[in-house]
């Protein structure tokens, strides 16, 4: 018996999926520029022109085969208004896919792509660059910008990564042909190209400092890699499979590209994109017209409206579905920034405009919109989803639409509609009918299904709209959460309207509490520094007896102020069966504030508790929390990672404890805890980013995941991160166009004080599901590193953090630690290749430990040390014998001595660390 909100939508944030490639052009790309950026219309045509020059380039990077069709520039509201700007429709700032911003680290003017996850395929979330990398002369004569553009477009897109070293150590490795060669791709280039130091000096894998740094060839000729350096004014496409050494993958060099992606080349994981797979969009023609079609358009020059789309057929009058459709939109309509403009349609078989779109200045003008909300009496007829739909897009753009309207009918609106419905439509017109009709308005659609009737179509109304798709799923005993989980999903809604960020509602506590006859509950509830305007506190109780029996609630501010019923800010609404708290004059206390809530009922009473909150100052942006899933449609047994920012603007917030509950079909929900720590699948330590796989799969049907974030001020703190990119700065000192990445040090980290939040991160859907035997596998290990050596005693030290039984969760069966002369025997013969047994560790164990945990281990080497290069890798294996894949590969070289890392003996034996991978998958 169990309860589910299910919140469907696309692997990225708003569903980047927005962007779709048809007869390879892109259409529907937004780039915005950010509210703090000067007005200079010059900033715009200089987008124009990057973006048409890149458009250009992508054409030849990508074979013909994809381009900028047309583009949206958003300009802020804090820009004048002029006549060349068209209205804003569903384009914002904080879902663009570009985003022109000033720097996230000061004097950070490049460009970078904000990645959720170590994933290869796993798309980005958004490019940011700066103003001045657009307009600058003297960088754009180094790094042209629409080379920039397409580069970071394949981290964006394609989820294919940096082909340059990220490392300092790994900027140079020995060839097989004991020489040295440069951290590059092409191959071509990784041979032609130069590693020197400042002086001039070749810079070896055994004395390597901060001046290395990569040079091309005088005079190059390889086209790859747009993924590597893409400056070099020969390169115009991307590393590949194919045996012609100017576009040839390098295998050997230690970059992220590699270890990240399983030896793969960036074309290849490029073309198993949707974009490309299976044939779609193939060459185009040679004389293609990649000149994109702009338009500019202004936040703020178009209201704000929403339609509430209601079902009113009979059906919904079962279990208490109506009392949280009633109570879920008063807390819609309470949450509503004024200035924005709400009208209320009905369906059954036939829609009905209730209420024409009303703007809310007050709060009276909120009461009479709720005054005219659904009652039970009205309940009667079947559901015709589509023609509330159409009811809706009639109100927002003022089009008169019937059956016989088609797309190029509509005016582009925008504008939002929130349908709620709890039947399977079975009266015309249908979803699909209305769907191209939405696409067309430019309207966001929030459909919300109750019950396990609910249309499974309403998926098809969000995906072309950057909308969500809620089911709310109830079993006997869970009824009473109704108003928890629809609110929470309208709350949801409410943050993702087109609204200005700075007038957002947040919501930071949401739950359930049950309350016997005659007794009470106490709680609690965090409200944060960074917010504080507007606060309201919502509880909203579900009486099946007789709406007289009100609950009685009592609050207690931080420095000990009673709220109570005598209270100006206290309203009991027994229609709505809620009690709200405003707290509109002036800044709500900061702290956690305490209540008590008493049932003077015969029957135990549910109550949903609310706490929502807007900012405090308007350039004081509140700490944020955005969930991301790595798929929606997951073949059993793949691992889901869940991925979480905690962000406050472009701030990273490190020690929080994020926390997902996932609900599963038929049994209890578990919880999973996201780390920031660097460990696959994180991304890096510290950057404000926690994930985690999840393994522990039910059965078929769809998971849910809401995302807990909690701070107290001692553990969590913030600060701003430089960008991993190719160009941080601009002084002569720190600029470096032809090395490797160069980053300044982070900045001072700045105390956090206590805060909550809660998010849904959707729900992904497990097909495939088999539990006659164990199909998961332990997480590959990608992170395999030497730590120390010893030539007298022939043994080598090694470091990795270990995988689980499923992924990092549980403990592992055991390890095969290999061994060979050829990087080739490693990648594609490594069970014919000499194992290191147990009785080969001189210090450690070979047997796995709990999932997460760093392991170390010192072997001794079992081959003729007369050789000069030796391979090592490592392949671990569950109960069942499901193999991870092989692990990255270390290089070993016996020439050198080291005796460096904290763990090691003396000698002379020199492990080169080339964290290379091979093409086995999980």
């Not at 309860?3 to 048809?22: G, H």
């Amino acid at each position: 018996m169990y309860l589910r909100i299910i919140s469907l939508f696309c692997v990225l944030w708003l569903c980047k999926a927005r962007v779709t490639l048809t007869r390879n052009g892109y259409s529907n790309l937004v780039v915005a520029i950010g509210e703090d950026v000067p007005e200079d219309s010059s900033l715009i045509d200089q987008i124009k022109t990057v973006m048409t020059n890149a458009s250009a380039y992508l054409y030849t990077a990508t074979r013909r085969r994809a381009y900028f069709k047309d583009i949206t520039i958003l300009v802020p509201e804090t820009w004048r208004d002029r006549a060349i700007y068209d209205p804003a429709t569903n384009e914002r700032f904080d879902v663009a896919e570009i985003r022109v911003d000033e720097p996230t680290f000061p004097g950070a003017h490049g460009a970078y792509v904000r990645t959720p996850a170590l994933e290869c395929g796993f798309p980005g979330s958004y490019m940011h660059v700066t103003p001045l990398r657009l307009t600058d002369e003297r960088i754009n004569s180094q790094t042209p910008s629409e080379r920039m553009i397409v580069h970071e477009w394949g981290h964006l897109r394609w989820g294919v990564f940096d082909e340059y070293p990220t490392e300092v150590s790994r900027i140079t490795y020995p060839s097989m042909s004991g020489g040295t060669e440069a951290t590059a791709c092409s191959v071509n280039l990784a041979k032609e190209g130069k590693v020197q130091d400042a002086v001039g000096k070749d810079c070896s894998p055994f004395d390597i400092h901060h001046t290395c740094q990569y040079l091309p060839p005088k005079d190059p000729t390889a086209r790859g890699s747009v993924m590597f350096k893409q400056y070099i004014s020969s390169v115009n496409t991307f590393c590949d499979d194919g045996t012609h050494e100017s576009t040839k993958h390098n295998p050997l060099a230690p970059n992220n590209q590699n270890i990240y992606c399983q030896y793969r080349s960036t074309w290849d994981v490029i073309q198993s994109h949707d974009d490309f797979k299976g044939g779609k969009n193939p060459p185009g023609d040679v004389d293609q017209n990649t000149k994109p079609d702009f338009t500019v358009v202004r936040s703020g020059s178009r209201r704000d409206n929403v339609v509430l789309v209601l079902d009113l057929s009979v059906s919904l009058g079962q279990d208490n579905r109506l009392d949280a459709m009633r109570q879920s939109a008063r807390l819609f309509i309470a949450g509503v920034s004024d200035g924005t403009g709400v009208s209320l349609v009905t369906f059954q078989n036939v829609a009905a405009t209730r209420l024409g779109l009303k703007e809310i200045r007050n709060s009276q003008d909120r009461l009479d919109i709720m005054a005219m909300l659904p009652k039970r009496d009205e309940l009667h007829g079947q559901t015709s989803i589509g023609a509330g739909i159409m009811e809706a897009l009639k109100v927002l753009t003022g089009n008169d639409i019937d059956d016989n309207t088609v797309p190029g009918d509509i005016t582009p609106s925008g504008g939002t509609i929130v349908v709620i419905t709890d039947g399977e439509e079975n009266m015309e017109p249908y979803i699909e009918t209305v769907v191209p009709l939405v696409s067309a308005a430019k309207a966001m659609v929030f459909p919300i299904g109750l019950g396990p009737d609910a249309s499974q179509n309403l998926n098809h109304l969000a995906e072309p709209s950057s909308g969500i798709s809620f089911f709310i799923e109830t079993e006997e005993d869970q009824k009473q959460t109704y108003t928890q989980k629809l609110g929470e999903a309208m709350m949801t809604v409410l943050d993702m309207m087109p609204q200005s960020p700075n007038n957002r509602t947040v919501q930071l506590h949401s739950s359930s509490v049950t309350v016997d006859p005659l007794q009470h509950v106490n709680g609690s509830m965090m409200l944060d520094s960074s917010v504080g305007m507007h606060t309201t506190f919502m509880f909203m109780w579900n009486n099946v007896v007789s709406k007289k029996n009100t609950i009685h609630v009592r609050l207690v501010s931080p420095s000990g102020k009673v709220i109570n019923h005598t209270d100006q800010a206290f309203n009991l609404d027994r229609s709505f069966m809620a009690i709200q708290i405003s707290l509109v004059d002036g800044l709500a206390e900061s702290g956690t504030w305490k209540y008590r809530i008493y049932n003077p009922a015969s029957v135990p009473q549910f109550v949903s508790v609310s706490l929502t909150s807007k900012q405090v100052h308007v350039n004081d942006t509140p700490i944020t929390v955005q969930a991301r899933l790595s798929q929606t449609t997951v073949s059993f047994p793949k691992p889901v990672i869940v991925s979480v920012d905690v962000m406050k603007g472009y701030m990273v917030v490190m020690g929080a404890t994020v926390e997902a509950k996932i609900s599963r079909p038929g049994t209890t929900p578990v919880t999973l805890i996201l780390k920031d720590n660097g460990v696959a699948p994180d991304m890096a330590v510290g950057d404000g980013t926690y994930t985690a796989y999840f393994t522990s799969y039910s059965g078929n049907g769809r998971y849910n995941v809401v995302v807990k974030v909690t701070a107290d001020a001692d553990t969590a703190e913030m600060m701003e991160m430089a960008p991993p990119d190719d160009l941080v700065a601009l002084s002569d000192d720190e600029m470096d166009l032809t090395g490797m990445v160069r980053q300044r040090e982070p900045s001072q980290r700045q105390a956090v004080s206590e805060f909550s939040r809660m998010r849904s991160a959707g729900a992904f859907e497990l097909k495939g599901f088999d539990d006659s035997a164990d199909r998961m596998t332990p997480a590959r290990v990608m992170d395999l590193r030497f730590v120390g050596s010893s030539r007298s005693g022939s043994t080598v030290s090694l470091q990795w953090v270990a995988p689980g039984d499923d992924a990092y969760s549980g403990t592992a069966n055991r390890y095969s630690l290999r061994i060979a002369t050829n990087f080739s025997d490693l990648l594609h013969r490594f069970n014919e290749s000499v194992e290191i047994s147990h009785s080969s560790v001189v210090r450690g164990s070979l047997r796995p430990v709990a999932g997460g945990t760093m392991q170390q281990v010192t072997v001794r080497v079992p081959m003729d040390a007369a050789e000069r290069f030796y391979f090592i890798a490592l392949e671990t294996y569950d109960e069942a014998g499901n193999p991870s894949g092989v692990s990255n590969i270390l290089q070993v070289n016996l020439e050198e001595e080291n005796t460096s890392g904290a763990f090691t003996t003396s000698g002379s034996l020199l492990m080169s660390l080339l964290l290379l991978v091979v093409a086995r998958l999980l």
